[in-house]
């Protein structure tokens, strides 16, 4: 710990309320992947999320796995946070499953119930090249079962990746982990 070296320059160092998150796990290969998710309060800098599939050599390349063309699935993860990264922002991979990774963040009010369930916590189980909309579950669109807005949190059942303990503004949320 007496010298370090960066990987990841930010996106605008000028932007002081920059808040990244990192999450590692170990491939079956051996090497070491890191998702980085990053956001700001600029609109001109959206949050993303990244991936590195071989950061133990010190010299990684990332790779962006958000797209804002909505037409594709990195999509779902196209500005995560909003402007309130700086206060609701994670990602998250379960140990033993690096194909698995959450990102939390604030709630997209403007998108419910149209192009998104709202995009609080999205879930991708290969690696972040597609992405399930976790925030409100299918029982009535009138009445649904959701997330609180503004994520700070998630941990997984060490025997069920898709099971998730998840903190936001409104408490602990608890998923039952099976997904149709």
Not at 67 to 85: E, I, L, M, R, V
Request: proline share 6%; net charge negative.
């Amino acid at each position: 710990g007496t010298t370090w070296t960066q990987i990841k320059p930010s996106l605008n160092a000028t932007i002081g309320t920059t808040l990244p998150e990192i999450a590692v796990t170990t491939l079956p290969n051996g090497h070491t992947r890191m998702y980085v998710s990053e956001g700001h309060t600029s609109a001109a800098e959206y949050s993303r999320l990244y991936r590195s599939d071989e950061v133990e050599d010190g010299s990684p390349t990332f790779t962006q796995i958000t797209s804002n063309d909505p037409s594709t699935s990195a999509w779902d993860s196209f500005n995560f946070c909003t402007g309130q990264c700086w206060y609701d922002n994670f990602v998250y991979t379960p140990k033993g499953s690096p194909d698995v990774v959450y990102v939390g963040g604030s709630y997209s009010y403007n998108e419910t119930g149209r192009i998104s369930n709202g995009r609080a916590v999205v879930l991708s189980r290969d690696g972040g090249q597609t992405w399930n909309d976790m925030t409100m579950d299918g029982t009535d669109f009138l009445h649904p079962n959701g997330l609180h807005p503004d994520q700070h949190f998630l941990v997984t059942n060490p025997s069920n990746p898709l099971q998730f303990f998840e903190s936001n503004d409104g408490g602990i949320m608890r998923s039952s982990g099976e997904y149709t």
